[in-house]
């Protein structure tokens, strides 16, 4: 797949880019004056040497030879200085600007819906971030300021020779052609190479970052053949685009050596015949023309893998925008939302439509009302759509239709922590974060002291099992909480809702992976907490349910009965037939 040939031309994205650059214009405009001064003074050396040879080191004037090479010296040291300068003025805004557009890109996919997580794959976010951004600093520390440089450099080098001896400029210059031909075909090639590049690199993350997240499956199953099998591929796609570019590089560069003999020799061959002919010496000119020609084709063999540097970094740009300008994104509340300390707890869904894909309706019109205090339970089959009711209570997800009010206010119209400060859940699937037990029940929030958090582990006697961790609180946990049981990652869950106290609860099977001694140890925590509280409970244990206010079954999205365990065993409907199906077979799922 080649790349668009729009995408270079594209001065739009561009403009975009480099409006990250605003706030570094002094680098910016730093680089820009020293470009322009490299440029002017690079014809000066082959000036200086022609002078020395043909006016000092022929006439033998020794003394002048001494000050003219003193001079040179010093314009060599002057010249070091600006590059060093011009290099790290590019860098430096190159780096700022990457600094900058991956905390707007991160900050984005913070608040990006969960529905685009659902369907972009963790790896290729990771490269927008990390390896795409990257390819955007290249715009500026080897693209376009350093391309308008190498472009000044070489017009004031072509104005001196021209200046110099028209005519031998224009021998020199017999070879160029092929230069030119050479450089756009070597530019066509290494393009379509690095866009090759850089989707075998998404795919390699994406795929390394899935297989190490679900390696236990990878494993369990012994698949490890069939997975390397796949890695293979990906990798040899990835090595056979890189060696594609290798062997464009390989070509080009001994061209670009082969068109520079060939002028040389046209030079010596051109100034021989002129000494020849007027019986002059043509050697200060012969040195100033083969400096020239070396001052030429330096930048001339880089710049097509300039442009092409900078063609990748807009491409890259490109990749990153569509990630900044995603519209499936939570907005920040504005200035006036509503933002409650507390809430009583009400909730009512008033006939909630919700699809994760258009057109496949996953809630048909779902409504039900909460009285602040009670305790609703939602059972129903797996994919009846219970754990996407508390999903959407949190503004993890936009619906389609109908409301959703907390107190009588649209969640819509809350500001977002406020909200999510008074709803917390604990989820089937514990995420812990690496770092230390207190990090991950605290998530780093300094508002929360450690006698807090002790005094919750107390609450559900987890206290005395943390302290026998080596460390005790601060005990890293490793990544994803590798190094606790499903059942202690889940508990440690139950601490962090305790510590910051909402109005309203929500367990999602909370207890489905916790074992029976386990269950026993946090029911009673499970009770002091959900009391006064509005709370959610979705459970598959039926018999953990029955004290519930109410409860709500779902079937394929739609609300099939509601009532107390009392109730819909007298009605003889699906909740009694779920009741009936556990309690003959104490293992099935619901």
């Given at each position: 797949m080649t790349a668009p040939k729009k995408t270079f031309f594209d001065f739009a994205?561009?403009?975009?880019?480099?409006?990250?650059?605003?706030?570094?214009?002094?680098?910016?405009?730093?680089?820009?004056?020293?470009?322009?001064?490299?440029?002017?003074?690079?014809?000066?050396?082959?000036?200086?040497?022609?002078?020395?040879?043909?006016?000092?080191?022929?006439?033998?004037?020794?003394?002048?030879?001494?000050?003219?090479?003193?001079?040179?010296?010093?314009?060599?040291?002057?010249?070091?200085?600006?590059?060093?300068?011009?290099?790290?003025?590019?860098?430096?805004?190159?780096?700022?600007?990457?600094?900058?557009?991956?905390?707007?890109?991160?900050?984005?996919?913070?608040?990006?819906?969960?529905?685009?997580?659902?369907?972009?794959?963790?790896?290729?976010?990771?490269?927008?971030?990390?390896?795409?951004?990257?390819?955007?600093?290249?715009?500026?520390?080897?693209?376009?300021?350093?391309?308008?440089?190498?472009?000044?450099?070489?017009?004031?080098?072509?104005?001196?020779m021209f200046i110099s001896d028209w005519q031998l400029t224009l021998i020199a210059?017999?070879?160029?052609?092929?230069?030119?031909?050479?450089?756009?075909?070597?530019?066509?090639?290494?393009?379509?190479?690095?866009?090759?590049?850089?989707?075998?690199?998404?795919?390699?993350?994406?795929?390394?970052?899935?297989?190490?997240?679900?390696?236990?499956?990878?494993?369990?199953?012994?698949?490890?053949?069939?997975?390397?099998?796949?890695?293979?591929?990906?990798?040899?796609?990835?090595?056979?685009?890189?060696?594609?570019?290798?062997?464009?590089?390989?070509?080009?560069?001994?061209?670009?050596?082969?068109?520079?003999?060939?002028?040389?020799?046209?030079?010596?061959?051109w100034t021989s015949k002129e000494a020849l002919n007027l019986h002059e010496s043509q050697q200060g000119t012969v040195i100033s023309f083969i400096l020239c020609l070396n001052l030429l084709f330096r930048p001339l063999r880089m710049i097509a893998d300039k442009f092409n540097v900078l063609q990748m970094g807009i491409i890259a740009s490109e990749r990153v925008f569509k990630v900044l300008d995603n519209p499936d994104f939570t907005p920040e509340s504005p200035a006036d939302a509503y933002k409650p300390d507390t809430v009583k707890g009400k909730i009512d869904f008033d006939k909630v439509v919700f699809e994760y894909t258009p057109g496949v309706p996953v809630l048909k019109e779902v409504s039900f009302s909460v009285n602040p205090g009670e305790t609703i339970a939602i059972v129903g089959r797996t994919g009846s759509g219970k754990t996407t009711i508390i999903s959407l209570l949190n503004r993890l997800y936009h619906i389609q239709g109908g409301s959703i009010r907390i107190d009588g206010v649209d969640i819509e119209q809350f500001d977002l922590d406020a909200l999510r400060k008074n709803v917390g859940v604990v989820l089937q699937d514990v995420f812990l974060f690496s770092g230390s037990v207190m990090d991950n029940i605290t998530l780093r929030n300094p508002e929360i002291s450690r006698e807090k958090v002790i005094e919750a582990a107390k609450l559900i006697e987890m206290h005395e099992f943390i302290?026998?961790?080596?460390?005790?609180?601060?005990?890293?946990?490793?990544?994803?909480?590798?190094?606790?049981?499903?059942?202690?990652?889940?508990?440690?869950?139950?601490?962090?809702?305790?510590?910051?106290?909402?109005?309203?609860?929500?367990?999602?099977?909370?207890?489905?992976?916790?074992?029976?001694?386990?269950?026993?140890?946090?029911?009673?925590?499970?009770?002091?907490?959900?009391?006064?509280?509005?709370?959610?409970?979705?459970?598959?244990?039926?018999?953990?349910?029955r004290k519930a206010h109410k409860i709500l079954v779902l079937d394929k999205g739609e609300v099939k009965e509601m009532g107390t365990h009392e109730e819909l065993m007298q009605l003889k409907g699906h909740y009694a037939k779920l009741h009936e199906m556990q309690f003959e077979n104490p293992e099935a799922a619901i």
């Open positions: 994205l561009l403009k975009r880019v480099f409006r990250y650059a605003a706030p570094y214009k002094r680098q910016f405009y730093l680089s820009v004056v020293l470009a322009i001064l490299l440029a002017l003074i690079t014809p000066v050396r082959p000036l200086l040497i022609k002078v020395t040879v043909n006016e000092y080191i022929s006439n033998e004037m020794a003394a002048m030879l001494i000050n003219i090479t003193l001079i040179q010296i010093g314009l060599i040291l002057v010249e070091t200085g600006m590059r060093f300068l011009f290099s790290y003025a590019t860098a430096l805004l190159g780096q700022s600007v990457v600094k900058d557009m991956r905390i707007a890109t991160y900050k984005k996919i913070m608040h990006l819906n969960l529905s685009q997580f659902d369907k972009t794959p963790i790896g290729t976010l990771t490269t927008r971030t990390i390896n795409d951004i990257e390819s955007i600093n290249d715009i500026f520390s080897d693209g376009l300021v350093p391309i308008i440089a190498d472009l000044l450099s070489i017009a004031c080098v072509l104005t001196y210059l017999i070879p160029f052609p092929i230069m030119i031909i050479g450089t756009y075909y070597f530019k066509e090639s290494i393009n379509r190479s690095f866009h090759k590049v850089r989707n075998a690199v998404a795919a390699l993350n994406a795929f390394v970052q899935e297989h190490l997240t679900g390696m236990a499956v990878v494993q369990a199953f012994a698949a490890e053949e069939r997975e390397m099998d796949k890695f293979k591929k990906i990798n040899r796609e990835h090595r056979d685009a890189n060696i594609k570019a290798i062997f464009a590089y390989s070509v080009f560069f001994p061209l670009v050596e082969i068109v520079l003999a060939l002028s040389i020799g046209l030079v010596v061959w302290m026998r961790l080596p460390g005790g609180y601060d005990y890293n946990v490793m990544e994803r909480g590798a190094t606790l049981s499903l059942g202690q990652r889940q508990l440690l869950s139950f601490i962090r809702a305790m510590l910051y106290n909402p109005s309203i609860l929500i367990l999602d099977e909370a207890t489905s992976s916790v074992d029976t001694e386990s269950e026993q140890l946090i029911q009673h925590a499970i009770d002091t907490l959900i009391k006064g509280r509005t709370s959610i409970v979705i459970a598959h244990r039926l018999s953990t349910i």
